[in-house]
C-alpha cells in the first residue's frame, strides 16, 4: 500500500489548512488512520485517528478543537483540517495506515509570524 500527503505550507498563527492523504494499493474503506507530526528534534507524536466508521475518531490534546479528521472513501482520501495554527504545530505531518507499516512521506507545516 501507499499514502501520499499534500496540503503543508507556511502560514501565520491563526490561520488554517487542510492536509490530504490518498491512499492506494489496499482497501480502503475498512482501514483506519491516522495523523502524525513531527517536530525538530522531537519524537514523532499523534495527532489524530479516524476508524472505518467515519463518525468514530480521536484527538491529541493540542488538536482538539482546532482540528479536524475526516475522509471520502470514495476518494480513498484522509483529510486533516487545521484551524487556528499556532507556532507548535509547526513540524512534518504523516499519514498512517493503522495496524500497518504504511506511512507517508510527510508534508512540511510551518507557522511563524
Request: charged share 20%; glycine share 10%.
Amino acid at each position: 500500500g501507499q499514502l501520499v500527503e499534500s496540503g503543508g505550507g507556511s502560514v501565520q498563527p491563526g490561520d488554517s489548512l487542510r492536509l490530504s492523504c490518498v491512499a492506494a494499493g489496499f482497501p480502503f474503506s475498512g482501514a483506519a488512520f491516522s495523523w502524525y507530526r513531527q517536530a525538530p528534534g522531537k519524537e514523532r507524536e499523534h495527532v489524530a485517528t479516524i476508524y472505518s466508521t467515519e463518525t468514530l475518531t480521536e484527538y491529541s490534546d493540542s488538536a482538539k478543537g482546532r482540528f479536524t479528521i475526516s475522509r471520502d472513501n470514495r476518494k480513498s482520501t484522509v483529510y486533516l483540517q487545521m484551524t487556528d495554527l499556532k507556532p507548535e504545530d509547526t513540524g512534518v505531518y504523516y499519514c498512517h495506515r493503522m495496524n500497518y507499516e504504511t506511512w507517508g512521506q510527510g508534508t512540511q507545516v510551518t507557522v511563524t509570524e
